[in-house]
């Protein structure tokens, strides 16, 4: 199949579904099946996977244990495993756990910011200073993570030169990537676009990720859109997991299924093991007791059942 010449011929597709995914489980995930789950991502071939948190677990309670998650999992040589890290005690856990890059995260909203990390944007960049240099002395990658960049639970309408002035704020700490997130997933194509192109006037666009949650089921739209001005980082979630514990009503991200099916059918390299991918998400909605919010996840289970029956 001939890929259409405005769009990327490879996308990186960062799995974020143990921490983006986990993170808003009510009951807790057991370590061993955060660990399979990792372990069965790496083996089919993800480049690049959101493991883990060092966040208060007073916050985030799902996610304590994850200094425990990053000492067992088998490390696949190559593959990217990534931790947030809101400030120096997280980043420390980071380091103790040889996690290959942290992600520091504020918003492009003041009142996220605040519900999220407790601190104004201002102050959540001055934490980020110290940490930051720490990452780059001990040659860990940095990620930063901009939350509401396409609208805010709280305050409604973001604009994109605010999302803009986060973006330098954040270059200026010296990140290799920056995820552009649209927490709650009320973005269309458009808006898309125009904040991307917003920060290519004055940024690279391979250095920036499309985050997606799919609370509006907008987000292979919008995945499309971003990679037609230049985008080819995405981030998904195995089998749709998660929602966000400070967007109310949010869900989970795009789920990875959906996002490989439609990258497959471009011609879009991805290198991942799409046929691993779908008995990934069998796995741990099985393991966790939830519905597939994959579309593809769940039309491929189904036909399975079906063919079960007629054998
Ligand atoms: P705080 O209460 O303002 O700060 O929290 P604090 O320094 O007073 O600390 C409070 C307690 O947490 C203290 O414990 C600290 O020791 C402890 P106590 O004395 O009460 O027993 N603490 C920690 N424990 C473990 N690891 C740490 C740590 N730091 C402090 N690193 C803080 C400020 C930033 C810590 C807190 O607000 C926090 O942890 N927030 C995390 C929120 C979070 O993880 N949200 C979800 C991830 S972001 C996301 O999902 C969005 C994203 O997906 C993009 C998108 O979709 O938008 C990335
Ligand atoms: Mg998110």
């Keep these: 199949m001939k890929t259409s010449s405005s769009l990327p011929k490879k996308v990186k597709i960062v799995e ?15 370590i061993d099946v955060k660990v399979e789950l990792i372990n069965q991502l790496s083996n089919a071939g993800f ?5 883990a948190s060092f966040v208060s677990p007073k916050w985030i309670p799902q996610m304590a244990g994850s200094d425990e998650v990053m000492a067992a999992i088998t490390r696949r040589p190559g593959t990217i495993y990534s931790v947030l890290t809101p400030n120096l005690r997280g980043y420390e856990g980071a380091l103790a756990a040889k996690a290959d890059e942290i992600v520091i995260f504020s918003a492009a909203s003041e009142a996220f910011a ?13 934490r980020f200073i110290p ?19 396409f609208g805010c639970p709280y305050q409604g309408t973001v604009e994109p030169a605010h999302v803009a002035e ?17 927490t709650i997933g009320v973005a269309t194509p458009g808006q898309i676009q125009s904040v991307f192109e917003t920060i290519f006037a004055f940024a690279p666009s391979h250095q920036f990720s499309g985050h997606f ?3 509006y089921g907008q987000s292979l739209a ?18 749709g997991l998660g929602g966000c514990p400070y967007a109310k009503g949010a869900t989970g991200n795009v789920a990875t299924e959906d996002v490989l099916y ?10 991942i093991n799409f046929d691993a991918a779908v008995k990934i998400g069998q796995y741990i909605t099985k393991a966790t007791s939830k519905n597939n919010a994959s579309r593809v996840g769940r039309a491929i289970t189904a036909k399975q059942l079906i063919g079960d029956q007629d054998a």
């Design 262 to 271: 439609m990258l497959k059918g471009l011609g879009i390299e991805t290198g």
């Design 222 to 239: 919008n995945i499309y859109a971003a990679m037609e001005i230049g985008v080819s980082i995405f981030h998904s979630s195995i089998a």
């Design 131 to 149: 940490v930051a240099k720490a990452a780059k002395q001990d040659g860990i990658r940095i990620r930063g993570s901009i939350s509401c960049s």
């Design 47 to 51: 480049p690049n996977i959101e493991a």
């Design 16 to 30: 974020v579904g143990p921490r983006d995914g986990l993170q808003n489980e009510k009951e807790f995930v057991p």
């Design 114 to 126: 605040q519900k999220n990390i407790n601190c104004s944007i201002a102050e959540s960049v001055e």
């Design 166 to 182: 986060v973006v330098k704020r954040m270059m200026d700490l010296g990140c290799d990537e920056i995820d552009i997130a649209d």
């Design 213 to 215: 949650h799919d609370t």
